[in-house]
T-cell receptor
Framework: AQSVTQPDIHITVSEGASLELRCNYS??????LFWYVQSPGQGLQLLLK??????LVQGIKGFEAEFKRSQSSFNLRKPSVHWSDAAEYFCAVGAQGGNEKLTFGTGTRLTIIP | EPEVTQTPSHQVTQMGQEVILRCVPISNHLYFYWYRQILGQKVEFLVSFYNNEISEKSEIFDDQFSVERPDGSNFTLKIRSTKLEDSAMYFC??????????FGSGTQLSVL
């Protein structure tokens, strides 16, 4: 069965500092990997996804993520965070086919301090 | 950008009562989903729906749950007899098929 681990429940970062959110997955075949962001009172918004090809994927809002098969990881990064990046971030893995069920991690809450 | 709309945003009900959570998916989408998130826990898949039938469901989606697309625009989740443990945020999602799910902002269900 597929699973996702986000080891950091809560991260605090200073505005302008770099950010890395960790995600490890378990899946028997080549996974489809996603990062979603949830702002307070909002739905889940897709930041980026990896299906195949270049292992460094670019997303919206200046985010990127790198797929590392050897480490079963798909960490999310941003070189310089903005106060508006404060939110809950979810990593998810999906089966090939892309539109079947997603398995989510428990999320990482990001707090930005001035 | 088109949106998935969910109503109500908050629903309070008594244990044992029936609730219907409503969703309006994006109009040209073909695949519909319900997920839920119990407070402090991960977002969990409940059910997927395509071509007017359930395509996949999780263990959570037992006989107390049902989904319907009654009129070609709405997509509903019904819980027949709510339990305390059904309290959660319920997310509707839709897609054209393929890679991108669009999620609604959720309905917070509180069962008292």
């Amino acid at each position: 069965a597929q699973s996702v681990t986000q080891p950091d429940i809560h991260i605090t970062v200073s505005e302008g500092a770099s950010l890395e959110l960790r995600c490890n997955y378990s899946y028997g075949a080549t996974p489809y990997l996603f990062w979603y962001v949830q702002s307070p009172g909002q739905g889940l918004q897709l930041l980026l996804k990896y299906f195949s090809g270049d292992t460094l994927v670019q997303g919206i809002k200046g985010f990127e993520a790198e797929f590392k098969r050897s480490q079963s990881s798909f960490n999310l990064r941003k070189p310089s965070v903005h106060w508006s990046d404060a939110a809950e971030y979810f990593c998810a893995v999906g089966a090939q086919g892309g539109n079947e069920k997603l398995t989510f991690g428990t999320g990482t809450r990001l707090t930005i301090i001035p | 950008e088109p949106e998935v709309t969910q109503t109500p945003s908050h629903q309070v009900t008594q244990m044992g009562q029936e609730v219907i959570l409503r969703c309006v998916p994006i109009s040209n989408h073909l695949y519909f989903y319900w997920y839920r998130q119990i407070l402090g826990q991960k977002v969990e898949f409940l059910v997927s729906f395509y071509n007017n039938e359930i395509s996949e469901k999780s263990e959570i989606f037992d006989d107390q749950f049902s989904v319907e697309r009654p009129d070609g625009s709405n997509f509903t989740l019904k819980i027949r007899s709510t339990k305390l443990e059904d309290s959660a945020m319920y997310f509707c999602a839709s897609s054209q098929g393929g890679e991108k799910l669009f999620f609604g902002s959720g309905t917070q269900l509180s069962v008292l």
